[in-house]
């Protein structure tokens, strides 16, 4: 045990040597002084100052929220790069935000039904196929691998040609990816409908329906390689640091966290929660913020306020956010140094957390004005808030006297949606609106939708929140008080899972809008192309500001 | 592809780091544990039972973890001394579990050890526990037949008899071997 101690010591130590020359290295090297001019790759010359939203109701007010003069129109080579970007990535980008649209659909249903069955246990309980304990995986399952993991690729998949400055190598691939992603869910979903479950926590799809996504996350990743080898940018924008950074480590953790017959007792629940929170950490986290990095630039038309910290951030999440898994076993039977090193990098998290939202909220904070009039910025910046308050929250309640009482209760639930729902969803909802105009050439049919939309998943939202965290903190000074029975934990949380459904059904109302939304635009999208087709005139030139 | 392959082993690299220290220092530390004397292994019905346990998703609402008395009061609940790893050393997969929705199960066998109690408990929770938002598992029995010799028969509180199906026997009987009463040494370096 001390000798396992010391040579941790020691390698930490290491780490440390290592890192301090890697910055003596770049601070010597000018690598900070050469950054700050990357912040500006995504702009073309003179393209600062322009505000670009394709959903915004009025341009030209948005243009004026700004504050700024706008510039002179943007210069064409660049308009021509971004409109063969689009094109290029619409077939792939289209096939994997459509499917995760609709997985989004099936899970959040799911997850009301779950919802509802907590206070309202009778609710069909008949079938074995609609017990709780069925419908609870189905809808984490759908939702990290359906909607979360098949946006997130959809819109990294959109971003990185225009990243790059070249057209989308390999789309094909990305399609059959699409494909065989969407096969592993439909088997994926069936199995665990019929019970036919590995048993452990985000890990729950059998083995054999891994492979499905194994292949089909290779597939997906093939056009990001072939579509580097062929950039035409000097520098990678830090949205693409992230998209390289999660494409590689998400299928390392799903092989380890997956592999059959290696993993044992105790050693199990290590690897589970290594696993659980860096698909939070290192999949959705990543992708959502190389969305938030180009979005929020993009639409306030200002690069992003400090491009060295966005460096800093990158490589602290790597360090830390790898290592934050097993604050989920505090007070578990497991060693008690792993438990530690993770509440320390749990707080440490507080780094690359607060360097982002320096980064992200400084950006759009006094161009806040744009938040009237850009649906998108609206999705985006509140996504950034609650990626910051989630983070926050997550490293306060990593401390041990905190997480005695967190730990085991809804607060938890509470927490896990304020991330993926607050922040990765929010993040991917604005990249959709954003994107899906750009590829389709359609615009958004009935743009009071987009409100709609917005209005309903913040209400459901808040609602949800709130009231679960609040009961989930009810709930876990009742089961710390031995003089309370256990029953009481159970009764006190009741009105706040109701509340809970209620936030649930709008929340699920608000993505019902969405998805109709998303089929009106390519409907759109149809009838313009058939038209455009019938007339034979030349497709008329995509208007990109 | 400079910048690209640097970012490519940096994240890599860091992401290896992260296993060895979270994942393979405990796989060598914790590797040669053997199960302590008073634990045995599951019986055939309990590992099937186990399945059961999996395929309904109780993790989703129960424990198997017992925590230090100087962190909580799990003890002073029934729920057992705190855990060691060496009590795990049967279980795959391991079925810990994060939510406390119901009560602990990690020694639910010492604590209820009435078959008769967990069939009924099963078919109608609010039957035996006022008040459980437990999802009734009706479905693991037979209803209206008539009881061979062979069947267990449980008898429905407003009258009526249900007959238990082997998955719900298998689930029962797993959940009665849940007992880790024998003792152990304590973990090394415990702190709550």
């Known amino acids: ?545 | 592809m400079n910048a690209a392959l640097g970012t490519a082993f940096g994240a890599v690299g860091l992401l290896a780091l992260a296993g060895s220290l979270l994942v393979g220092a405990p796989y060598a530390q914790l590797r040669g544990e053997g199960a302590p004397a008073g634990l045995r292994p599951y019986t055939a019905e309990a590992a099937r039972g186990r399945e059961a346990y999996m395929a309904l998703g109780c993790i989703y609402c129960h424990s198997q973890q017992p925590r230090d008395p100087r962190q909580a009061p799990d003890a002073e609940r029934g729920w057992g001394r705190p855990s060691v790893p060496a009590d795990y050393a049967y279980d795959h997969p391991h079925l810990l579990g994060t939510m406390r929705t119901g009560p602990d199960l990690f020694n639910i066998g010492a604590r209820q050890p009435s078959r008769d109690w967990h069939l009924l408990h099963l078919y109608d929770p609010r039957a035996v526990v006022p008040g459980s938002i437990m999802p009734a598992h009706r479905f693991l029995f037979d209803v209206g037949g008539a009881a061979g010799p062979e069947d267990v028969v449980v008898n429905l509180p407003g009258g009526g008899t249900a007959v238990a199906r082997p998955e719900a026997l298998d689930l029962v009987a797993y959940l009665l071997s849940l007992d880790h009463t024998y003792p152990v040494a304590p973990a090394e370096g415990s702190v709550p």
Not at chain 1, 277 to 282: A, F, Q, R, T
């Open chain 1, 1 to 545: 045990m001390n000798d396992t101690l010391a040579r941790l010591l020691a390698l930490c130590f290491l780490v440390a040597v290592v890192g301090l020359l890697g910055l003596v290295w770049a601070v010597s090297r000018r690598q900070f002084t050469h950054l700050a001019a990357g912040a500006r790759v995504i702009f073309g010359p003179g393209e600062e100052g322009r505000a670009e939203d394709p959903v915004a109701p009025s341009p030209a007010l948005l243009q004026r929220s700004l504050g700024v003069p706008p510039p002179a129109a943007s210069p064409p080579a660049d308009v021509a790069d971004r409109t063969r970007a689009d094109r290029s990535s619409r077939g792939p980008v289209l096939w994997f935000v459509v499917s995760a649209v609709v997985w989004l659909l099936l899970g959040s249903l799911l997850g009301v039904l779950a919802s509802v069955k907590m206070h309202w246990p009778e609710v069909l309980d008949a079938s074995v196929y609609t017990t709780f304990g069925r419908v609870r995986p189905l809808h984490l399952n759908i939702i990290a691998y359906g909607w979360l993991s098949m946006a997130g690729v959809g819109v990294a998949l959109w971003l990185l040609p225009r990243l790059l400055r070249t057209p989308l190598r390999g789309g094909r691939w990305a399609v059959a990816g699409a494909l065989v992603w969407n096969v592993g869910m439909v088997l994926g979903v069936a199995a665990l409908l019929t019970g036919h479950t590995e048993g452990v926590e985000w890990l729950e799809f059998p083995w054999q329906i891994d492979l499905f996504f194994v292949v089909g996350g290779a597939l997906a990743g093939v056009p990001l390689l072939l579509t580097l080898q062929h950039r035409r940018v000097e520098h990678l924008y830090v949205s693409t640091w992230y998209i390289i950074a999660a494409l590689v480590w998400f299928p390392i953790l799903f092989v380890v966290a997956n592999v059959p017959g290696v993993h044992f007792g105790v050693e199990h629940a290590l690897v589970n929660w290594w696993f659980a929170h860096n698909v939070l950490g290192l999949w959705f986290t990543p992708m959502s913020l190389a969305a938030a990095y180009y979005l929020i630039p993009k639409i306030v038309g200002r690069p992003i306020h400090s491009y060295q910290l966005s460096l800093l951030a990158f490589w602290a999440l790597a360090l830390f956010y790898s290592q934050v898994g097993v604050h989920h076993l505090i007070g578990g039977p497991v060693p008690t140094w792993v438990v530690t090193l993770s509440i320390v990098t749990s707080v440490a998290m507080c780094v690359p957390v607060l360097a982002t939202a320096v980064n992200l909220h400084f950006t759009a904070f006094d161009r806040l004005a744009a938040l009237r009039h850009s649906p998108t910025l609206r999705f985006v910046v509140l996504g950034a808030m609650m990626y910051t308050v989630a983070s926050v929250q997550g490293s306060l309640h990593a401390l041990r006297s905190l997480n005695t009482l967190t730990h085991f209760t809804h607060y938890t639930v509470a927490h896990a949606h304020l991330g993926a729902y607050g922040f990765n969803t929010f993040v991917f909802f604005g990249a959709v609106y954003f994107l899906m105009p750009r590829i389709t050439g359609a615009e958004w049919p009935w743009p009071r939708l987009v409100s709609a939309h917005f209005a309903l998943v913040v209400a459901g939202f808040a609602v949800y929140v709130v009231f679960l965290s609040i009961g989930g903190l009810l709930q876990g000074a009742a089961m710390l008080d031995a003089s309370r029975p256990f029953m009481e934990s159970v009764e006190v949380t009741l009105p706040y899972l109701l509340a809970r459904s209620v936030g649930g059904t709008l929340m699920t109302l608000g993505h019902v809008v969405f998805a109709a939304h998303v089929g009106g635009i390519l409907w759109a999208a149809s009838r313009r192309r058939a038209a455009a087709a019938t007339s034979m005139a030349p497709a008329a030139q995509e208007v990109l500001s």
